[in-house]
């Protein structure tokens, strides 16, 4: 390292003390704690957005969001260039960076890291990062914090791109790397003409169908209602009322968005029992969430949910019927390629119901362990994965070989038979594959494209609703001497340790109609997670109070005494 890189180094890290008796650690949001200890952090992961853009040779993005949290809250994350999140492997390597006590500290961990990672830092490679931030009142000085890390790598450049949903920098980044234009214009423009493509390939006889083409939404008072504000402009045949949009002078969060809407099952602040029959739909605080709901009386607060199971079922339906549309064997030899490999992927905490839905449509659904990782991961195996979380998370990828199999396809079909119904399947396709966010779960990106599938089927939320009825479930948390006791396997579905605590509980769930049930160890904290479901609410409670006495039994506190 040069004299002038190390001094640059030791002088920036010496403005911003660590937070004193706080360890932080950097898991699939980044880092996430009270905004007012987050500076030096967001310095620090600043100069590793920089290492890592260094590294790839390639643009990264650094995200200043603490997406559903409150709004004193704040975080900071790095996107990689592909768009998704940052590597696995530079974790522990951000969680050193970020609790390092002194500057000759963090400068000794740069100069081993650099070494061993083969890091040219030496001023001639260029580092380029995009930045952005969620409306936080925290975010302006965090940004500032960023670019002051960022400017002590020499060759390093940030560009601020000011305020932005967080699935938009991911966008941006992933663009940026593949030689398209990387602006918010360009990725609005792209989202509404691709929806405008779909709609314009509505079947006839759905189209004359006198469906009610209005959402509500609530932007959860972030910067997702401010985004659709704009985006809602750019859109024909749909009209988006927005609520909460953050300038009524609601607080980010409280009491409103995809999380509390989804945990809570109650109407968000801004509606009513005048809502009741509308199509209604939640943004998280940075818009990477969506989920929808409808008011059923007007005599509670209560709604009747569409999650993102839900979701999931409505996009597989839809592209496993288009897939159908397009493998039709008419007169000439349709390769093998058509045939494309559909993945519907799952975590163990979506409802049992949605999973044999889709197993009864002739879906292929695989599990992964929780988190958003194993499932982009696995998503990307097939030629079209999709995956989501009931707490509405999620997106659909196409492989990219599979993508110019079907541009080559429908030149074919363009050529041979314009406006068949193979054709308008296969450009049916390729606008999702335009419209659909594929670096990151997307809110605005979803929720157009749920938008365009109900009016192209003509469904009311309520016949979306009425897919399947989820079962009753239950989640609780057990306090523990040591959560790594437990350890998990088939999608954390088993327990294999501590020995014996599977047949327990394989015992119990045996009690109740349609029961299931598991543990898993708590990321962050000495908990053993609850997960328990069942044919009725009192039987899913009873399942899960039984499990969590098991887990208390085998790990609680009374167990270390004996």
């Given at each position: 390292m040069k004299e002038e890189q190390r001094l640059l180094l030791l002088h920036s890290s010496s403005l911003f003390s660590p937070p004193q008796g706080v360890k932080l650690s950097y898991g699939t949001a980044g880092f996430r704690a009270d905004a007012s200890i987050l500076k030096s952090t967001v310095h620090r992961v600043g100069i590793l957005a920089a290492l890592r853009s260094l590294k790839t040779q390639s643009v990264v993005g650094l995200m200043i969001t603490a997406s559903h949290n409150k709004v004193t809250d704040n975080g900071v994350k790095i996107v990689d260039p592909s768009g998704g999140m940052l590597t696995q492997e530079w974790e522990p390597f951000a969680d050193q960076l970020a609790n390092a006590q002194t500057p000759e500290a963090f400068l000794s961990l740069i100069t081993e890291f650099i070494e061993k990672e083969k890091i040219p830092l030496d001023g001639v490679q260029t580092a380029e990062i995009l930045l952005g931030r969620d409306t936080r009142p925290s975010g302006e000085s965090l940004l500032e914090a960023a670019k002051q890390g960022i400017s002590s790598?020499?060759?390093?450049?940030?560009?601020?791109?000011?305020?932005?949903?967080?699935?938009?920098?991911?966008?941006?980044?992933?663009?940026?790397?593949?030689?398209?234009?990387?602006?918010?214009?360009?990725y609005f423009e792209q989202i509404s003409s691709s929806f405008r493509c779909l709609v314009d390939l509505i079947p006839n006889e759905t189209k004359s169908s006198k469906m009610d083409n209005t959402v509500v939404v609530d932007g959860a008072d972030?910067?997702?209602g401010e985004?659709?504000?704009?985006l809602k402009s750019m859109l024909t045949s749909l009209v988006i009322e927005v609520r909460n949009t953050g300038k009524g002078g609601g607080l980010l969060n409280d009491g409103v968005g995809a999380?509390?809407?989804?945990?809570?099952?109650?109407?968000?602040?801004?509606?009513?029992?005048?809502?009741?029959?509308?199509?209604?739909?939640?943004?998280d605080g940075d818009a990477d969430r969506l989920v929808y709901f409808s008011v059923p009386t007007n005599s509670s607060r209560k709604i009747d949910l569409v999650d993102g199971d839900k979701i999931l079922s409505l996009f597989a339906l839809f592209?496993?019927?288009?897939l159908s549309i397009l493998t039709k064997e008419g007169t000439e030899e349709v390769n093998n390629n058509s045939h494309a490999r559909l993945g519907v992927i799952q975590t163990a905490y979506a409802n049992g119901a949605s999973t044999d839905y889709l197993k009864q449509s002739g879906l292929e659904v695989i599990f992964t362990p929780t988190g958003v990782k194993h499932l982009h991961e696995k998503a990307a195996q097939f030629d079209i994965g999709i995956y989501f979380e009931?707490?509405?998370h999620g997106t659909i990828l196409f492989s990219e070989s599979w993508l110019s199999w079907l541009e080559a396809r429908n030149n074919e079909l363009s050529f041979a038979s314009e406006g068949s119904e193979q054709q308008k399947a296969a450009l049916r396709l390729l606008s999702v594959s335009k419209l659909i966010n594929q670096a990151v779960g997307d809110a605005l990106s979803c929720l157009l494209l749920v938008e365009?599938?109900?009016?192209h089927k003509g469904w009311s939320i309520h016949k979306w609703n009425e897919l399947y009825q989820d079962l009753p479930s239950r989640q609780l948390k057990v306090k523990v001497v040591d959560r790594t006791a437990v350890a998990t396997t088939n999608a954390e579905t088993v327990a294999i340790s501590p020995p014996g605590i599977q047949e327990a509980i394989d015992a119990e769930t045996a009690k109740y109609p349609k029961g299931r049930s598991f543990i898993r160890p708590s990321g962050t904290e000495d908990v053993i997670r609850v997960y328990a479901e069942a044919s009725t609410q009192e039987a899913a409670d009873s399942l899960a109070?039984?499990?969590a006495k098991i887990v208390d039994r085998f790990l609680g506190f009374s167990s270390s005494q004996q």
């Open positions: 790598i020499l060759g390093a450049i940030a560009l601020d791109l000011g305020i932005l949903t967080t699935p938009q920098l991911h966008w941006m980044v992933r663009a940026r790397n593949k030689g398209i234009k990387a602006t918010e214009p360009a972030g910067v997702g985004k659709l504000e704009v999380d509390y809407v989804q945990k809570e099952k109650v109407v968000p602040r801004g509606f009513c029992s005048n809502d009741v029959g509308l199509r209604c739909a939640s943004l592209i496993k019927e288009q009931a707490n509405g365009v599938i109900l009016q109070s039984s499990v």
